[in-house]
């Protein structure tokens, strides 16, 4: 079963403008870490931000913040002031104590900024 | 810091047969895990290395298997290539693997099966 579920393939944004990036996990497990990766074309990932299952606050980190909606199991990425860098592959991942803490992605959602 | 190393960047191999992938980590993180990445199936789980032992398998055949050297170096092998191989293969390192921890991937190798 998907346990990761990113629902939009693709998205635009204007430049300058907020985009929110969806994504949907499925665990019942207490302990767990949610990821935001980015792979521009050249291919490789980084790191964006990280929220843990027992954090109280939303995560942020510059541009970048996640909102974190425990009970709906929800954790969208928001990216506030979209820059034409900021175009490339996002990916959603997830860490589980019952998964042996295993990374696992979803389908990931190709943002596209226009000037 | 030297981040993480996988070699070679590219790979160009015939059906049948085998191939090694190389991946060296951050120094100091003693997990290694590999993915596959295609454009079809996204990026899918091969298995996770801790101080030179398996900790968990994705879903794969046999075909692909990997060790961890007591340096923490990482190889994968598959052997028997199919077409369906083909796909860019990363490798992504962290301290212990523990649920907390950010992977830091490579750069990644792209192998192609013709």
């Known amino acids: 079963a998907q346990k990761i579920t990113q629902t939009q393939p693709g998205m635009f944004v204007q430049e300058k403008e907020a985009v929110t990036l969806d994504c949907t996990y499925d665990t019942s497990d207490p302990s767990y870490g949610l990821f935001w990766y980015k792979q521009p074309s050249s291919g490789e990932m980084i790191f964006l931000i990280y929220?843990?299952?027992?954090?109280?606050q939303n995560a942020t980190e510059g541009r970048y913040s996640l909102n974190f909606q425990k009970a709906r199991k929800s954790a969208n990425l928001v990216i506030s002031a979209s820059q034409l860098g900021d175009s490339a592959m996002y990916f959603c991942a997830m860490r589980e104590v019952y998964n042996n803490n295993d990374m696992r992605f979803g389908a990931g959602t190709r943002l596209t900024v226009k000037p | 810091k030297a981040g993480v190393t996988q070699t070679p960047r590219y790979l160009i191999k015939t059906r049948g047969q085998q191939v090694t992938l190389s991946c060296s980590p951050i120094s100091g993180h003693r997990s290694v895990s590999w993915y596959q990445q295609t454009p079809g199936q996204g990026l899918q789980f091969l298995f996770e290395?801790?101080?030179?032992?398996?900790?968990n398998k994705g879903n794969f055949p046999g075909r692909f298997s990997g060790r961890q050297f007591s340096n923490s170096r990482s190889e994968m092998n598959v052997s028997t290539l199919e077409l369906g191989d083909s796909a860019l293969y990363l490798c992504?390192?962290?301290?212990?693997?523990?649920?907390?921890?950010?992977?830091?991937f490579g750069s990644g190798t792209q192998l192609s099966v013709l």
């Open positions: 992504a390192s962290s301290l212990q693997g523990q649920r907390n921890e950010k992977l830091f």
């Open positions: 929220q843990g299952s027992y954090d109280q």
């Open positions: 290395y801790f101080s030179e032992t398996q900790r």
